[in-house]
């Protein structure tokens, strides 16, 4: 009986994480890209960057914040839509990961990113270093929701189990 509940809340508290994971990151992707169109915030971010800097040569600031807020919104309506179409959803994961590995890119070429030093350890400032540190956590989400879409799509290798195995060796999650 205890295992049994031990199991349901496992189960439950597993797929109560899953939900707010992927429709987290479904909120923060649609409210960032809708900001984009609004409040222009990534210049100071993308000028730095070696990698991206040229852009600003081709298109306007206004063309370059609108255009990634689209990619963000596109991106969250794709990976919402992984109960109906999951390929979809990939892709639009597959999207947020392109995303916010350029984001993070910015931690190492932004002025400003470490605030001082404490103990030889940087201390990242509030902005950009922790605003841009987030991330991190958001690729992780991306990246879980990538492989979850590819695998309901039935992307998964010749012969291989497509199912989480706890270590006990009971089935966990189809």
């Known amino acids: ?9 496992a189960h439950w508290l597993t797929r109560a994480g899953q939900l707010v994971s992927r429709y987290g990151l479904v909120v923060v992707l649609a409210w960032i890209g809708f900001g984009k169109y609004v409040k222009i915030e990534s210049r100071v971010l993308i000028e730095h960057s070696p990698l991206m800097s040229w852009i600003y040569h081709v298109v306007s600031v206004t063309w370059v914040a609108r255009g990634l807020g689209t990619m963000e919104i596109v991106a969250a309506f794709l990976i919402a839509l992984r109960p109906l179409w999951p390929r979809a959803s990939a892709a639009g994961s597959a ?59 039935g992307f998964t290798r010749r012969g291989a189990v497509s199912r989480l195995i706890v270590d006990d060796g009971r089935t966990m999650i189809p």
């Open 1 to 9: 009986m205890i295992d049994d509940t031990r199991d349901c809340l």
């Open 95 to 153: 999207l947020a990961v392109l995303l916010f590995m350029g984001t993070l890119s910015f931690l190492f070429t932004t002025p400003g990113v470490v605030a001082t030093h404490a103990a030889g350890l940087p201390v990242l400032s509030a902005q950009p270093g922790q605003f841009l540190l987030k991330d991190l956590v958001l690729i992780g989400v991306a990246l879980w929701s990538l492989g979850e879409s590819l695998a309901a799509a």
